[in-house]
Nanobody, 119 residues
Framework: EVQLVESGGGMVQPGGSLRLSCAASGFTFSITDMSWVRQAPGKGPEWVSS????????NYADSVKGRFTISRDNAKNTLYLQMNSLKPEDTALYYC???WGVGALAGSWGQGTQVTVSS
């Protein structure tokens, strides 16, 4: 059974930082492209970032480029998202999913972790 368990969310002030983690199991993580997606209240899902299997290739939505960094530890079956310079518009439920790019939105999601950016 595929399991994706996100953690690390919370409430921060604008300009703050958070690091999200996603523990993966039930599939061969080391050969699977992975992504982060998010969904804000009342809005549709949005692709945020992807990383390929060795971890050498990454891609970001324009809205987060230069502020967020995706990474992975294949030995720990864990995906990360370092989020810096957070803005109120980054407020959303964040999910890790299998796949690359916007196509990853069609995959199955975990329970997500809430990120709230507010003063």
């Amino acid at each position: 059974e595929v399991q994706l368990v996100e953690s690390g969310g919370g409430m921060v002030q604008p300009g703050g930082s958070l690091r999200l983690s996603c523990a993966a199991s039930g599939f061969t993580f080391s050969i699977t492209d992975m992504s982060w997606v998010r969904q804000a209240p009342g809005k549709g899902p949005e692709w945020v970032s992807s990383i390929n299997t060795p971890g050498g290739r990454t891609n970001y939505a324009d809205s987060v480029k230069g502020r967020f960094t995706i990474s992975r530890d294949n030995a720990k079956n864990t995906l990360y998202l370092q989020m810096n310079s957070l803005k109120p518009e980054d407020t959303a439920l964040y999910y890790c999913v299998r796949g690359w790019g916007v196509g990853a939105l069609a995959g199955s999601w975990g329970q997500g972790t809430q990120v709230t950016v507010s003063s």
